[in-house]
């Protein structure tokens, strides 16, 4: 089994920063994508940023240029660092990893998320 665990959510003001990570733990043979969701109240959860195997990065529209997304394949860690938050950033952030495992090839982890607020 594959466990997600997230960390460095928080409240921090308009403007500020925060930095988010995710380390993923288990039978991991290799992991095919990772990647960051969130879901604000009364919304569906989006896209924030994601890179797959090959490095490739995606990012939703509303955080490029603020948000930058690192990993690290060797201990199973990604990392999502936000600038210039606003309260539209305000939401449950998500972690995402693709992996492969004894047995299955594809197998979508999901974290249990940590709350990001901004406030005006």
């Known amino acids: 089994q594959v466990q997600l665990a997230e960390s460095g959510g928080g409240l921090v003001q308009t403007g500020g920063s925060l930095r988010l990570s995710c380390v993923a733990s288990?039978?991991?043979?290799?992991?095919?994508?990772m990647g960051w969701y969130r879901q604000a109240p009364g919304k569906q959860r989006e896209l924030v940023a994601r890179v797959n195997r090959g490095g490739s990065l995606t990012y939703g529209d509303s955080v490029k240029g603020r948000f930058t997304v690192s990993r690290d394949n060797a201990n199973n860690t990604l990392a999502l660092q936000m600038n210039s938050l606003t309260p539209e950033d305000t939401a449950v952030y998500y972690c995402?990893?693709?992996?492969?495992?004894?047995?299955?090839?594809?197998?979508?982890?999901w974290g249990k998320g940590t709350q990001v607020t901004v406030s005006s």
């Open positions: 288990g039978r991991i043979l290799n992991i095919n994508s």
């Open positions: 995402n990893f693709v992996v492969g495992t004894p047995g299955y090839y594809g197998m979508d982890c």
